[in-house]
């Protein structure tokens, strides 16, 4: 694993719980001291709940608030032209959108990953370059403080998760597909010596005079961002002065905060053409990058690690053939790609100077907001690219499947703390093993697979109606859901065992005796 940041280290957990023995190299012998992305989503909680995070860590995180959605986009003016419903109620069973201090979460992720069997953590590691052979990878590091120290490591497979200037992409050869929106943005991170009073978690102020977004970045902490006008360059944007002056007309002064970071950051669009070259692969911001607006990339970077673990785990174990892998990129890609697309596309109301035209915007959203069904807006909530790895199931294949409190027993509380499972088999109409042949409930239990009546009339309760609201939203009965979270196939409750028979001939190697 190269890259010892969020994803880096998720990724390691993740294959180390599953009993696989992985090398985690970082090129900085000490962690990045400061705060970079700051909003993560329930999907992504629920990632890090499967890693066995959140028992011991929930409190990082603080939700979205507001009494208009959470998210706002307000003119020069600070009139209110529309929302984002960040505090709807989410798939996964956590706040849909949240706050937090990203180096409290690297240090608890490299605790956890420390402690993890099988996975060692080298800090002040460089790497240089990489084999591929048919046993899979050797990789050539050097000290990052001392080049004549080398060391090389042999390896099934290599994950470049080594950020945006990607030493594994670029020795792959691989292009970047660029959105064609660039612009300067200095981020200004602070600690709040007093209440104060924010209408929502983030507001997007669309003011060509000074395009700014104000976010809640985590307990304690607030953010402000500045987009670099023509009058101005990034040396004289990215001086502390000019933060404070920027943040004066909202009362932030150095009376009243405490400043902890400001840099100027170049916000663009990219994502590589390609994420896997046979044994290497590539997750994070080495395969995207995103403009913040939605606060998505982190959370892009978290689906990344998990959709590509739970594939070399079973690939590992001779569980599942190896061209399970073959899906990886082109389904992350899909989905990344619409959110990198509606991201810039927030960027470009936002980052709008001309006068005219933001007057032409304002009125345009002025005028979209009298409709109460447009006024406020849901976050993206992406499919799976194509091919993936699913079943055709009515438009319900490739979206984001549900998690809700139940009850077994006398233990409440959500359903993978609770029921557990890598690959989840649900049914609002009876008991999903009533209608599956012996040899493939056995065979579903070997992958990791769990059997859940949800409908009530079985052992597990849909303690708040969870599981019925997906359901009738969906107009189906019964779904296969992957360990990523997402739905392989959906249904009637009498499709079940197409599901399991499909699910066989898509993953299963032509003998269980390994590779």
């Not at 790609?337 to 005219?356: K, N, W």
């Amino acid at each position: 694993m190269v890259g010892g940041g969020p994803v880096g280290l998720l990724t390691a957990i993740l294959l180390g719980r599953d009993g696989l023995r992985v090398a985690v190299v970082e090129r900085w012998p000490l962690r990045y001291p400061l705060p970079r992305a700051c909003t993560i989503d329930h999907e992504a909680i629920r990632i890090l709940q499967a890693a066995g995070f959140m028992a011991e860590h929930a409190h990082l995180f603080e939700p979205s608030q507001g009494e208009r959605g959470g998210y706002e986009f307000r003119n020069g003016d600070g009139e209110l032209l529309q929302t984002i419903n960040w505090n709807r109620v989410a798939e996964s069973g956590w706040a849909n959108t949240n706050g937090f201090y990203q180096p409290d979460l690297e240090a608890a992720l490299e605790d956890l990953a420390s402690t993890t069997p099988g996975v060692s953590v080298h800090r002040g590691w460089t790497f240089t370059a990489f084999d591929q052979h048919d046993g899979g990878v050797t990789a050539r590091l050097a000290r990052t403080d001392q080049q004549t120290e080398l060391a090389q490591v042999d390896a099934r497979w290599l994950v470049g998760a080594d950020g945006a200037n990607s030493a594994v992409r670029s020795q792959l050869g691989v292009a970047v597909k660029d959105s064609g929106f660039e612009a300067d943005w200095l981020v200004v991170d602070y600690q709040p010596l007093s209440d104060e009073d924010w209408t929502a978690f983030v507001t997007q102020y669309c003011d060509p005079a000074q395009p700014a977004t104000a976010v809640n970045s985590g307990p304690g902490r607030r953010r402000f961002e500045f987009m670099r006008r023509e009058d101005i360059t990034a040396d004289e944007l990215g001086r502390q002065d000019t933060a404070w002056r920027l943040m004066a007309p909202w009362g932030v002064t150095p009376e009243s905060a405490r400043l902890e970071r400001h840099a100027v950051y170049t916000f663009k669009g990219q994502c590589a053409q390609s994420w896997r070259e046979g044994n290497v692969f590539l997750a994070g911001d080495a395969a995207h990058v995103m403009p913040p607006f939605l606060g998505q990339g982190l959370c892009s970077g978290l689906r990344d690690a998990r959709s590509l673990s739970w594939r070399l785990s079973l690939v590992h174990h001779g569980l599942a053939r190896p061209a399970v892998l073959d899906t990886y990129g082109p389904e992350r890609t899909g989905h990344v790609c619409e959110i990198i697309d509606e991201a810039v596309a927030a960027g470009r109301v936002i980052c709008e100077l001309d006068v005219e035209r933001a007057a032409a915007r304002d009125a345009e959203m002025r005028l979209r907001a009298q409709d109460p069904g447009a006024a406020t807006r849901e976050p993206p909530h992406p499919r799976l690219g194509q091919p993936s790895l699913t079943d055709p199931s009515a438009d319900n294949d490739g979206r984001l499947a549900p998690q809700g409190r139940v009850r077994v027993g006398e233990r409440v509380g959500l359903f993978d703390d609770v029921v557990g499972g890598e690959w989840q088999l649900l049914s609002f109409g009876g008991d999903p093993a009533e209608l599956c042949d012996a040899d493939d409930l056995s065979w579903f239990r070997q992958i990791g697979g769990v059997i859940a009546d949800v409908s009530g009339q079985g052992h597990v309760e849909d303690v708040d109606g969870h599981y019925k609201r997906w359901f009738d939203a969906h107009s189906c009965q019964a779904i296969l859901a992957r360990p990523d979270f997402y739905v392989f196939a959906a249904g009637a409750h009498t499709d079940v065992p197409h599901f399991l028979t499909r699910l066989r001939q898509a993953i299963q190697p032509a003998t269980t005796s390994g590779e």
